[in-house]
């Protein structure tokens, strides 16, 4: 029987999305650099988007794919496209792609998702195209120490708003668009149910950590300085400053009904993922 090739498995959402899959007994591939713990419904394969030898053995017994970039990089668009021509060529025509909403309000290096959209459309392919908001597992992932042990949380967002999105509900929706008709030739933008600042957000923490956190709302500049004084590459911070910065302009004040639509449910609220995250 066919099988559901996840790149990027090791990751947030694409374990998010096998842990979805095989609940329901679909047949996976994990693909990765890195090896990862399989279960009776998927099985590891080793793959990378910059080494074509790879390819031949992610794809075998595959006929949909779930295509994820790696975050913090350029060039994503170099990286993914030999693989989206390999597909091309063996004829695998399902892809489901993890774009990012807003995308084109970050800055000219931030073309790649829509440039990846726009060639999947022109190859042909039969195309979903998930545009996620900000993830509500963000917090956890990127900033478990600054809240757990600084009591802050510390990113360049100003005092906008934005819907962060859950990364189960962001999967449930790919699990639909892989495994049901329907879904060809559609993009679904992905937020979550309510618009939050980051004050809001460290209230909630302050509230379910049941001590004090603060959001000191960096400047890109206090914020770039931080980050190179403590060792990260500069073109990190530039990255997040370009990223958050969307956030602190107010253009990611929307709320989507993509989750709705295709989960007939409401989205699941940051609150809730913040509760499972920080408090177990
Ligand atoms: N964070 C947000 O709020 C947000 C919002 C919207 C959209 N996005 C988009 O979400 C994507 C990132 O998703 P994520 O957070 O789930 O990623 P993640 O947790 O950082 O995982 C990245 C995955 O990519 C794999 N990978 C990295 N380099 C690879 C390569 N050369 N070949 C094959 N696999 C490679 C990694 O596996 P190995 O290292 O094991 O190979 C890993 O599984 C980005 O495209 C970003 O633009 C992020």
Redesign the pocket.
Known sequence: MSKILI????????KALAEVLTNRRVAVKL????PLPTNEYSEYVP????DVSTFEAAVADVDRVFL?????QFG?EA?LTPFIDFLKEKGINRVVY????A?EKMGDNFEF?LNLEKKLAADGFAYTILR????AQ?FK?YEFENITQRNIIFMPAGLGKAAFVD?YDIAEVAAKALTEDGHEHKTYELTGPELLTYEDIAAYLTEILDKKITYPNPTPEVFRQVLVDSGAPEFVANYLISVYGVIAKKEAEVIADGVELVLGRKATNVKTVLKRDFKG
């Open positions: 790149t990027g498995a090791t990751g947030t959402n694409g693909a990765s650099r890195n793959f990378d988007f910059a994820l970039g790696p975050p913090l994503i990286l993890f774009s990012a909403f995308s998702h996620p908001s900000f993830f963000n992932n990364v």
